[in-house]
């Protein structure tokens, strides 16, 4: 593994696209919404972020932060979305990077709730995130885990 960059869309734009096809394939959410995303994130119309990990220019990690990611709780928000790293580079502390940017970053403006939906049962309880309860996705008929961390 090459030394990895971490970078946010506000610092290249020029990735927007090439993350948005990204981020599709892993998560199977339109492109055009994806890029909605990162164009409200790069003009500044949201305090949320977008950051990509980097090996050579291509993208093998990333993690946004949005309102509500696909479920009834419009209440417990915002919420860190489409935490994905690539296979090869699992168990190199990437996910956890990503984490802390985002945590920095939302602290920073100061918003110390973060929320996310997953059917992962450890994952993020090893970064500090405690299971909170089932939400409802937004079909109304299934449910998934939601976890909170309050930033200090």
Avoid: Q
């Avoid at 920073?108 to 450890?122: A, Q, R």
Wanted: net charge negative.
């Amino acid at each position: 593994m090459n030394k990895l960059v971490y970078v946010t869309l506000r610092d290249r734009p020029d990735l927007k696209i090439d993350a948005a096809k990204w981020f599709n394939s892993k998560f199977n959410v339109p492109v055009e919404e994806y890029i909605k995303c990162f164009e409200d994130y790069i003009n500044k119309k949201t305090n949320y972020c977008w950051f990509l990990c980097l090996d050579h220019e291509s993208i093998v990690a990333g993690v946004g932060v949005i309102d509500n990611d696909f479920h009834l709780r419009k209440d417990l928000t915002p919420n860190i979305c489409a935490l994905y790293v690539e296979g090869e580079y699992r168990h190199h502390g990437i996910a956890k990077t990503l984490l802390n940017l985002v945590e920095v970053d939302m602290e920073s403006k100061g918003i110390l709730d973060l929320y996310l939906v997953t059917d992962h049962t450890s994952l993020y309880g090893r970064y500090g995130y405690k299971f909170l309860t089932m939400v409802k996705e937004e079909d109304g008929i299934h449910e998934t885990r939601m976890y909170h961390k309050h930033l200090e």
